[in-house]
């Protein structure tokens, strides 16, 4: 498996304070032919089809599997999967952690699960976080409770236990109740960091660092 705002009146007597309205803030998370998958500001995931406006009014012109056209604020950006584009600097104080690449290409980080020390591998083709059941065992996560099925994998397919992982921490971002999957399969050597812990940040690549800032 590969990598592939508002305004706010605040009444007071006597006076009216307008709040500036924030910046847009948009990140793709997924894309296919004629549609993507993108957050806007911190808002949830949501898919849009091209030409379709959302109420904040981002208007996807066109999109591949590789890469999506929108139109923001009356600028149109091109952004490829994980990529990010605001209209303006925001700064507040939500947890991030900056990623380099190694010399393959791959982004792996330093966790934790249910508190326990884990190794990465970031990886947005996995749609939840994907524990080997040796790692799973390491760390005292009851999987054989879970439900049972199968999963497809490269190398044929593989019994797995689907579980909800109490907290999932990289770098200042903490996630609770996450869903994973916890396999035996071959080839299967290293945690991969799917997207129920991604979909819960936003994900901006700069040549070969990505960066992870928490959504919610």
Known sequence: MRMRSVAILLGS???LV???ARATD???IGLFPGKAVIVI?????RTVSVGQKTPEGVVLISATSEQAILEVDGKRETLGMGQHFETAAQTDTRGSVTLPADSRGQFYADGRVNGAHIRFMVDTGATTVLL???EADRLGVDYRRG???RIQTANGSALAYRVVLDSVTVGGITAYNVDAVVAQAQGLDVALLGMSFLNRTEMRRDGAYMTLTKRY
């Open 147 to 149: 439900q049972q099925g």
């Open 13 to 15: 007597v006597g006076a």
């Open 26 to 28: 948009v990140n793709v």
């Open 41 to 45: 500001g911190r808002g949830m995931p």
């Open 132 to 134: 080997p059941i040796s």
């Open 18 to 20: 307008l709040e500036p």
